[in-house]
């Protein structure tokens, strides 16, 4: 459901419009809210099955159907992982993204980040500030992983957008 009037932010953290009508979207969602349901149980059953690994659910033709309906937020961090590939990489090498973050890293990469992240969504609660409850955070150390691993590309600016949970 959409959060009170009062709330200034949406579930993501944007502020909400100020023309935003709730109660319409709070209609929609009251009657869309079945529909999600049905989704989310169509999934656990979907990953719960015995006999889907996870190359079965990369190539099922259910899941191509399932994404291109929409996947529900409570599964979205699990079918991602499973069919980019990233859960089978990081099951094969669990300590990767914490050995590199031990790793000496470069100064000029650190900086330019640091320049970056304040530039991430600086409207969004969960990056305006450096707070401990901040997103900022992590989102550094990602980008730090992902550039000292893949030196070809390095670090780039903008790639911070395209990490936002």
């Not at 502020?15 to 869309?32: G, I, Q, T, V």
């Not at 999600?36 to 996870?54: E, G, T, V």
């Not at 291109?68 to 089978?88: C, L, N, Q, T």
């Amino acid at each position: 459901m959409s959060q009170p009037p009062k709330a200034n932010v949406d579930p993501y953290g944007f502020e909400w419009p100020k023309d935003f009508n709730h109660e319409l979207y709070d209609d929609f969602m009251s009657k869309y809210i079945t529909v999600l349901s049905r989704r989310a149980k169509k999934w656990d059953r979907l990953l719960n099955s015995k006999k889907n690994s996870i190359k079965a659910i990369k190539f099922c033709f259910l899941v191509k159907r399932y994404v291109r309906k929409g996947i529900p937020s409570s599964h979205r961090g699990v079918v991602w992982s499973m069919i980019s590939g990233a859960k089978e990489l990081k099951d094969q090498q669990p300590d990767l993204y914490t050995t590199i973050l031990r790793r000496p890293l470069k100064q000029e990469i650190i900086e330019t980040i640091d320049l970056d992240i304040p530039r991430t969504f600086p409207d969004n609660i969960y990056f305006k500030t450096a707070s401990p409850d901040s997103k900022r955070e992590s989102l550094k150390n990602v980008l730090l992983a992902f550039a000292h691993q893949n030196p070809a590309i390095g670090y780039c600016q903008g790639l911070n957008f395209l990490l936002q949970e």
